[in-house]
């Protein structure tokens, strides 16, 4: 299972129960994200948890509705003294080794911050809240922003671009086709000349494998104007190193308020909120670092509220 980071509890499996066929429950409540199977706005940042239990299998009655394991999470809250505390995970590159044989070291920038601070309801001279009344709040934030500029893709030359795919032949003969001519690895074949030999198609290779100005289809060269040129232009794959940003930012905070109305009535409230907003993420869609136009990544963003209020006797 894995670990709630900043919100998110992603790709839990327990007991070899299938992925999102487990619950999370938060002071009783239940915080299970039922559209999909990440767990995004479900979770409460680490600091703000009292206690934490999986239950697993062989559940009690009130730990049923659950196909793989229950996530049960009490909050902490605010007690007889104030006290805070606050923390940050930084990350930087200039913490990082060069990458192997590329000698690039792409941009990183992280930090896992937060801070809580909890104590009793006590305005002076207003009221007095020791032994009575409580508050705890806790908040966090991710914030990541690096770019990825230490992988390869591969886009098209400058002579595919007009056409010619002479660089493509690689001189060797994968055979002959029906009219016994032979068949050279890399050929490309004008389709305006498809025909039926012997019941078999046919058709004709363009003449030094190179496809006339008018036979290039206008959209086609549109969308190709979108493709940035090659960045290793003697080679025909893998010749394009983009350098894209890789950003994600996410929040979560949460208040929590607890009154003693007498040694036997409690009454107790929580608050908890996450957002997410995450460009170009890898984690989620891949990036292959093309312009916004034509890529085939979307951002994510989800946001989640979470309200809870009990009265105990």
Do not use: C
Request: no cysteine.
């Amino acid at each position: 299972a894995s670990v709630p980071v900043a919100g998110f509890i992603a790709g839990v499996r327990v007991n070899g129960a299938p992925n999102g066929t487990q619950r999370t429950q938060i002071d009783g409540m239940d915080s299970t994200n039922s559209i999909n199977a990440v767990q995004a706005g479900t979770g409460i940042s680490v600091d703000a948890m009292q206690e934490t239990a999986i239950q697993t299998s062989n559940f009690a009655p009130e730990f049923g509705a659950v196909g793989g394991g229950l996530f049960n999470i009490t909050t902490r809250s605010g007690t007889n003294k104030y006290h805070g505390a606050g923390y940050d995970y930084l990350a930087n590159e200039a913490f990082n080794a060069s990458t192997p044989f590329v000698n690039t070291r792409p941009r990183i920038r992280r930090n896992n911050y937060g801070f809580n601070f909890g104590g009793p309801i006590s305005p002076p001279k207003l009221y007095n809240g020791q032994d009575r009344s409580f508050f705890f709040f806790n908040f966090e934030q991710y914030r990541e922003f690096f770019v990825v500029n230490d992988t390869t893709i591969t886009v098209p030359t400058a002579a595919y671009r007009t056409g010619s795919f002479a660089s493509a032949l690689t001189g060797r003969t994968l055979g002959t086709d029906p009219l016994g001519r032979p068949s050279p690895e890399g050929q490309i074949f004008d389709p305006s000349t498809t025909r039926s030999v012997n019941g078999l198609l046919v058709r004709d290779p363009f003449p030094g494998n190179i496809i006339p100005p008018e036979q290039l289809d206008k959209v086609a060269l549109a969308i190709q104007k979108l493709i940035p040129d090659p960045t290793s232009p003697n080679l025909l794959a893998l010749n394009y190193r983009p350098s894209f940003p890789n950003d994600r930012v996410t929040t979560n905070w949460s208040v929590k308020l607890d009154h003693q109305n007498s040694t036997k009535a409690k009454i107790s409230g929580l608050y908890l909120t996450n957002w997410s907003n995450a460009q170009y993420s890898q984690s989620l869609n891949g990036s292959e670092g093309l312009p916004a136009t034509i890529t085939a990544t979307r951002g994510t963003f989800s946001r989640s509220h979470n309200w809870r209020l009990n009265f105990d006797y």
